[in-house]
């Protein structure tokens, strides 16, 4: 075992571990699945998309076959960035604007709030 909880032979956590990621936004603990229960699972309407901001862990693959020795979580996506709830209000309102056609693409990314430079 590493230091960080990895298994030395896979690379990966073993199985039956807890997630031991925190949410970039509110330090909340993550799920395997990059998910926060605090922030980003608890105080929204069903209606509303869910928030994934930390890095996706799967044991299985989309197909259900085994990744690796399939006793393991492995890193299958990310690192993904994470966005506050004024953030993702803010880029609704330019995706509205989009479909208004008031913005063109790239007028609508430069100003994407958290947007990584290329």
């Known amino acids: 075992m590493l230091p960080d909880g990895r298994c030395s032979a896979t690379g990966g956590y073993p199985l039956g571990t807890v997630c031991p990621f925190v949410c970039d936004v509110c330090r909340g603990p993550l799920d395997w699945s990059g998910g926060c229960f605090r922030c980003c699972f608890g105080r929204r309407s069903s209606n509303d998309p869910k928030r994934f901001p930390g890095d996706r862990h ?15 979580w492995v890193r299958t996506d ?3 960035l994470a966005i506050t709830p004024e953030q993702e209000q803010q880029a609704r309102a330019l995706v509205r604007q989009l479909a208004a056609g008031v913005l063109e693409v790239g007028q609508a990314l430069e100003q994407m709030p958290g947007r990584r430079p290329p």
């Open 58 to 72: 799967d044991v299985y693959d989309d197909d259900g076959k085994p990744i690796g020795d399939g006793q393991h």
């Open 78 to 80: 990310g690192p993904r």
